[in-house]
């Protein structure tokens, strides 16, 4: 007895749920619960219900297998057989790799073996590192207006975001040391806020963007010349944990 659910929209966007589960009610009860998580509209529902035992309670273990950190995990599949779940498929980095296998044991009891088939694509932080060759995205003076410049970069980092697998990605905004700690704050925060707008207006969903301002307090280099001071006031592009 099996149940194999792909935990993440297929290339075409859709979520295809296939196998065998024990009555109509495992099948009613997973298709519902696959449905909260992405939408009635990108479910396909291709189970066939009975003629399998199951173990003590299996409709409701594989219920709660179907958290929402599954949904972070792209071209993926869920495979429950008994009571051995394998979860595989792309996530955007280690810690959510772990973070998604983790999710899954504890909702199930010590009876489930849980195997951890994620992997994390190489080169996803490397590609926004090299797109961003160590420039900087420039702003007007003392503003979070982009320069002509800056948007010129953020052309080719919005690119290079749209060609990855819908990561989730941190903008960070820093600035240098001169001047009032907490209006740097507040300057930093308002041109990641810009930066995301701007890359959602090229059509990154914003869901996959969060904006920080981290001030004068991650300094690249010191501040004590020009130079310095202008290699600190820069926008960072991060995968998130």
């Known amino acids: 007895?099996?149940?194999?659910?792909?935990?993440?929209?297929?290339?075409?966007g859709m979520v295809y749920v296939t196998g065998t589960v024990p009555d109509?009610?495992?099948?009613?009860?997973?298709?519902?619960?696959?449905?909260?998580?992405y939408g009635a509209?990108?479910?396909?529902?291709?189970?066939?219900?009975?003629?399998?035992?199951?173990?003590p309670d299996w409709t409701g273990h594989v219920v709660k297998t179907l958290g929402n950190g599954i949904r972070d995990v792209r071209q993926g599949q869920l495979d429950v057989n008994g009571t051995q779940v394998t979860i595989s498929g792309n996530v955007a980095n280690e810690a959510r790799r772990q973070h998604v296998a983790s999710e899954i044991a504890t909702a199930l009891n010590p009876t489930y073996t849980v195997n951890n088939g994620l992997r994390v694509p190489a080169g996803a932080q490397a590609l926004l590192d090299r797109t961003l060759a160590d420039r900087v995205v420039e702003f007007e003076s003392g503003s979070a207006i982009l320069t002509p410049t800056g948007i010129a970069i953020l052309d080719e980092m919005g690119a290079a975001i749209a060609g990855l697998d819908?990561?989730?990605?941190?903008?960070?905004?820093?600035?240098?040391?001169?001047?009032?700690?907490?209006?740097?704050?507040?300057?930093?925060l308002a041109r990641a806020d810009a930066v995301k707008t701007y890359l959602t207006g090229k059509g990154i969903p914003a869901a996959g963007l969060s904006a920080m301002g981290a001030g004068p307090d991650r300094p690249v280099?010191?501040?004590?010349?020009?130079?310095?001071?202008?290699?600190?006031?820069?926008?960072e592009f991060r995968l998130a944990e």
Do not use: C, F
């Not at 819908?166 to 930093?188: A, C, E, W, Y």
């Open 1 to 12: 007895m099996s149940a194999q659910p792909p935990q993440a929209p297929a290339p075409d």
């Open 24 to 37: 109509e009610n495992a099948r009613v009860a997973i298709i519902a619960r696959l449905r909260d998580l």
């Open 41 to 55: 509209d990108k479910v396909v529902d291709r189970l066939d219900s009975g003629g399998v035992v199951a173990p």
């Open 166 to 188: 819908r990561p989730r990605v941190d903008i960070i905004g820093h600035t240098d040391s001169t001047g009032n700690r907490m209006t740097n704050i507040t300057l930093s």
């Open 221 to 235: 280099t010191p501040n004590d010349t020009p130079e310095g001071r202008a290699r600190n006031r820069r926008i």
